[in-house]
């Protein structure tokens, strides 16, 4: 299950912004990588767990974009409204913080396509000495554990561990974070023992997840702001197939994105125009990388170990 976004105009947004106005007990601005996005709500839990996700933007900074986050029972539970032309977004009846930040770097990620020639990826981003590796694929295929399961390696330093944002200069392509801290599972710590204590004093969420410090288990050195993107590895989990991995080609990497919606189930405007950016973008990413598609079907040890030949990281 997943929400559903429907498009707005100014005209509704001014109505719905006064309507919400009156409820705002909390006005948060964070930095998202450059841009300053809002958040307007009256959840004091929400607050604190935005605050503890992201890095704080100075107050007299004008917002880029705004999120109103309410329940209200007029409206049908999961429902995400958003205006183009403001760039703001309402949120009403979602209960899972992992959709409210995302749907905050999907906005920023809107803002930066539109404006600066900058472009968003739902996936993580490592860097192993000096050399980066984004992993993309569905929800379920594994990501989150195996970008983990790669931190295990005091040779991997992180940059996100679920959206990044890049750039395209001549051949290269550098990949940036935006996020403070986390947004982990509990399971990780049953998968990678060395997370163990990573949340130890915290509280979960109802989802199971917690924002957390990673710095806490890999040490402050290891999270990085940028790397250069050389490898690109798509996980999926198909039974049916054989093969734990192949080799990429751009072409056929770019079919796999465009029919899996670029791998991002929370791309806030889908239109033809969208569509042809989107694939412009993405094909500079697959022609400047070196690109996988690896099978999870294993355990995540078997997956981790096929992962990391690829990626030049020395076995544990």
């Not at 734990?244 to 929370?266: C, Q, V, W």
């Amino acid at each position: 299950m997943t929400y559903t976004v429907s498009l707005i105009s100014t005209e509704e947004n001014a109505a719905l912004s006064l309507r919400y106005l009156k409820l705002v007990r909390y006005e948060i601005k964070s930095e998202i990588y450059g841009c300053c996005i809002k958040l307007l709500c009256s959840d004091h839990t929400l607050r604190d767990t935005w605050e503890d996700n992201f890095y704080s933007m100075s107050q007299n900074v004008r917002s880029h974009g705004r999120l109103f986050v309410f329940n209200d029972p007029s409206y049908q539970p999961d429902t995400v409204l958003f205006d183009p032309q403001s760039k703001t977004v309402f949120i009403l009846n979602v209960g899972y913080y992992g959709w409210i930040k995302s749907i905050a770097l999907s906005l920023t990620g809107d803002i930066l396509e539109d404006e600066h020639g900058i472009w968003s990826v739902h996936g993580a981003c490592l860097d192993i000495e000096g050399k980066g590796l984004a992993l993309v694929g569905l929800p379920g295929s594994g990501k989150t554990t195996q970008t983990y399961g790669l931190l295990t390696s005091p040779a991997t330093r992180v940059i996100s561990d679920d959206w990044f944002f890049f750039r395209v200069y001549g051949d290269d392509v550098l990949g940036y974070g935006s996020e403070k801290n986390f947004y982990i599972q509990e399971e990780l710590a049953t998968i990678w023992k060395e997370f163990g204590g990573l949340v130890s004093g915290q509280t979960y969420d109802s989802d199971r997840r917690t924002v957390a410090d990673v710095r806490w288990v890999i040490g402050k050195g290891r999270i990085l702001p940028l790397t250069t993107i050389k490898t690109l590895i798509v996980l999926k989990r198909d039974p049916t197939d054989p093969d734990m991995a192949t080799s990429l080609d751009p072409e056929i990497g770019m079919k796999l994105f465009a029919e899996n919606n670029y791998f991002n189930p929370h791309l806030l405007v889908r239109n033809s125009h969208k569509m042809h950016v989107r694939n412009e973008y993405f094909h500079d990413l697959l022609t400047r990388s070196q690109c996988y598609c690896v099978n999870t079907t294993g355990t995540p040890q078997e997956t981790q170990k096929l992962i990391r030949s690829l990626a030049n990281v020395k076995q544990s």
